[in-house]
C-alpha cells in the first residue's frame, strides 16, 4: 500500500510508536480546526510473526485525530482504517458491531486451509465505500461499456462489481462456504478457541523459555513481544531460533527439516512481515541490503545464517485442533535433538596419518545394490561400476500416483520389498518379506524404451527422474502389497546431476538423493551398536547396518571409529573415489528395514553425537572414471589423501 501512495507523508510506526500514539483518546478541543484530507492508518489485528494482539480501540481512537497529534499536526484529518485480520480471524472472534474499520483483510485459507489464494476485502458502506469509488484501472467483467478509440467506459452499477476484473475464482469462493459451516461445526465458539489457542501457546513459551543446555546456556531464542500472560494481548503463536550449548544459532531450515522428520510441520523464514522479522532479528538496514546485493540472500531462499546470524526465525501457529500433546511433542523433538550436555563430546575427525591408516590392512568387507530406491538393499560379492554408480543401483523407482517418488518417510514398508538378481537370465525377482505365500514378481532388466510410456517422477531434493513405466502387472504388485493403489515401477533413464548444496563435487546419478556412492566402516556401526546398549536398547550389528543404506562397509586392523569422516580420496583395487560430504541423516534410519517398524534410538544418539554440528553417519563419494569396473569383497582400500 505505501508503494501506491502518490505522496511523501508516509509513516512507519513502531510497536511501541503505535501504542504511545493510540492508547490515549484524543479529546475533542486538542484541535483547531478540522480538515477535508483523507489520511489512511493501516495495521494487523495479531502479529503473524510473534502472534502479539493490537489493541481494536485503535480504529476509533485513529478517527478521532490521535495520529494528528502524534505528528504534531493540530488540525485534524479525515481518517480511515485499514485492518488486516488475516492472522487474527482463524482464532478470534472479531466484533463488527463494536469494532468499526473502514477495510478489513481475511485469508480464508488462514481460517481452515483452502482454498489458497483466496481472501476477501470488506469494505463498510458508510465510509469505505466513497472512497474506493475513484478506482480508474478496469479488467474484464467489471464494465458495462468501453469504447475502443476513445477514453471513455462506464463501471458496473454494483460496488463490488467493479473491483472483480477478470473470470471471479467462483469454484474456490463455493469451498468457502464448507470451510466456514466445518469450522463452525467443529471448533465451536471462536472466543472458546482463542483461549484455549493461547493457553497452548503459553504452555509452549514457558518450557522453551526456561530450557538449558548442559552448561546452562539457554536451547531456545524466542521472539516475543508479550509474556504470554494475558489472551487479549497474545495469540496463539510462539516464534524462535534454537542454540546450540556454545552459544551459536541452529540454521532454522535444519530446524524445520528435522522436525518433518517427525510429523511436525513448521513455517520458517521470515513470514512475508520484514518488519517484525528485522526487529526481532536486530538486523539494520545496511546488513539486509548488504545480505541481499553482496552475499544474495532473498526472501524466500534457503540461506538462514550469515555470520552466524540467523536470517529468520521459526514458527509455530496453533489452531482449534491443536493438543498439548502436540506442544509436548514438539518440545520434546527438538530438545532431544538439539540438547547438548557437558559431557557429550562432539564427532572429530580422528588425526591418524595417511601412513598409519595404510597400515591399518583396510578392506571392502561388504557390497550393497540399492536397485529399487528406499527398497531393499541386495548383498554381493562383486559387482560392476558404471559411470552413475554401482550398475542397477537406485535404476528403479516407485512413483505414486501424483507423480511423486516414494520413499520410507512415506511409506516404510518399501523396505520389505526384497530384490534378487539373476544376471545371467537378466532380470531381477522382488519378493514381499511381509507375505510369504505372495507370488514373487519378476521384472526384466531391459526394459526398452519403445516397450512402454515415458513416466517422470519428483525426487526429495527437488529434482525429478525420467523413465519407463515397468508396466501394469508390476505396479498391481506394488499396489497390492504396499496396499497403495496408483504405484507405478518405472526404470530410470535419465541421468542427474546432484545439486551442490548436497556436495562439493557435481556428480552424476541416477535415483540416488546425493551422490554415487556412500561409505561407511564396520567399527562406525560398532560404535553406534554400543551406545544403543548403554542406552538399555539391543539392537543386532546387521539390523543396525542396514538401516544406514550404505554400498561400502570397510573393515580393517585397529580402525577407529568415524575413521571415514577424515579419507580425503581413497583407491580401492586401483578405482579412485573422492570424497564429497558427509551423510546427513534423518528419521529413515529409526526404520527397521526387516519389519518397517520404528524405534527413534538411532537419530537420538546421532543427535546427542554430531559432527560439525549436523546429524552424520557415513561419507558420500564420487567417481571421476567413467570406465566400466568391477569391485568385489576382499579389496584392500588405500588412503590416498585426508580430508582436512
Known sequence: MRELMPTENLLCLTRDEAHEALDKMPSA???????SRNSLFAYPAQSNFSGTKYPLKWIETCRNGALDLYTGNRVKSRWYTVL?????VPCNHLDLGKYKPDFIAVSFYKMFGYPTGLGALLVRNKTGVAVLRRKKYF???????????????VFKKKFHEKFEDGTVDFLSVVAVGHGLDTLRALAGPMRAVACRTFGLAAYLYDQMSGARHGNGSPVFRVYADTEYRCESTQGGVVNFNVLRANGKYVGYNEVKNLANNYGIVLRVGCFCNPGACQAHLGHTDQELRRNQEVIGHVCGDHIDLIDNRPTGSVRVSFGYSSSESDADTLYNTLVEQFWQNNSMAPIDRPQISIEEYNKMDLRVSRIFVYPIKSCGAYETDEW???????????????????????????????????????????TMTLVYAENKDEVPMVVSLETKQTDAKKKEGKICWGGSLEGIDCGDEVAEWLSWNLDRPGLRLIRCTVRHTAPKQYGRIDSKVMGNNACQYLLFTQPTIKWLQQEMENDITEIDEDNLLFRFRGNLLISGNDLPAHAE????????GGIKLKYDSPCERCKMVNIDQDTSESIYKPLSILGQNKFENKNVFGIYLNREDTQKRKMRVGQQCMVIKKNI
Not at 479488467?139 to 467506459?153: F, I, P, S
Open 565 to 572: 569422516l577424515s579419507w580425503g580420496e581413497l583407491d580401492i
Open 29 to 35: 478541543d486538542s484541535f483547531r480546526s478540522t480538515s
Open 139 to 153: 479488467g474484464g467483467g467489471t464494465v458495462e461499456v468501453v469504447l475502443a478509440r476513445n477514453r471513455h467506459h
Open 84 to 88: 488486516d485480520a488475516s492472522a487474527y
Open 384 to 426: 560392476e561400476l558404471e559411470p552413475y554408480g554401482f550398475k542397477y543401483d537406485r535404476s528403479w523407482a516407485v512413483v505414486s500416483s501424483s507423480g511423486v517418488c516414494m520413499t520410507q518417510m512415506e511409506e516404510p514398508k518399501l523396505c520389505l520389498v526384497k530384490p534378487y538378481f539373476d544376471l545371467k537370465s537378466g
